[in-house]
Nanobody, 125 residues
Framework: QVQLIESGGGLVQAGGSLRLSCAAS????????MGWFRQAPGKERDFVAG????????RYADSVKGRFTISRDNAKNTMYLQMNSLKPEDTAVYYC??????????????????WGQGTQVTVSS
């Protein structure tokens, strides 16, 4: 069993920054990867970034490359998403999730088994 708790969301002006955290408990050390997804009102939940838990290899959606940075602290079982140069279109609920197995960091929701409750990020123009 894995529990994921996101934090760090909030309201920020365009161009600002936020850092999201995802604290994990349970068998995270055996997970292949972890990822961040986001869901805006009326839209599907989309992949944002992912990281291999053992090696730290990362993958990003094109829309956030160069602005967002994903990282993890294995000792603290915590994953982070540093979000810079935020835009109004980044407004969404952000979720973290675990990918139990795989050959590469997946962008598909169905490849992830445990999910956090989400944290709201609102970027004002």
């Amino acid at each position: 069993q894995v529990q994921l708790i996101e934090s760090g969301g909030g309201l920020v002006q365009a161009g600002g920054s936020l850092r999201l955290s995802c604290a994990a408990s349970g068998r995270t050390s055996s997970s292949y990867a972890m990822g961040w997804f986001r869901q805006a009102p009326g839209k599907e939940r989309d992949f944002v970034a992912g990281i291999k838990w053992s090696s730290g290899t990362t993958r990003y959606a094109d829309s956030v490359k160069g602005r967002f940075t994903i990282s993890r602290d294995n000792a603290k079982n915590t994953m982070y998403l540093q979000m810079n140069s935020l835009k109004p279109e980044d407004t969404a609920v952000y979720y973290c999730a675990t990918q139990p197995t795989g050959l590469w960091i997946s962008t598909q929701l169905e490849k992830y088994d445990y999910w956090g409750q989400g944290t709201q990020v609102t970027v004002s123009s």
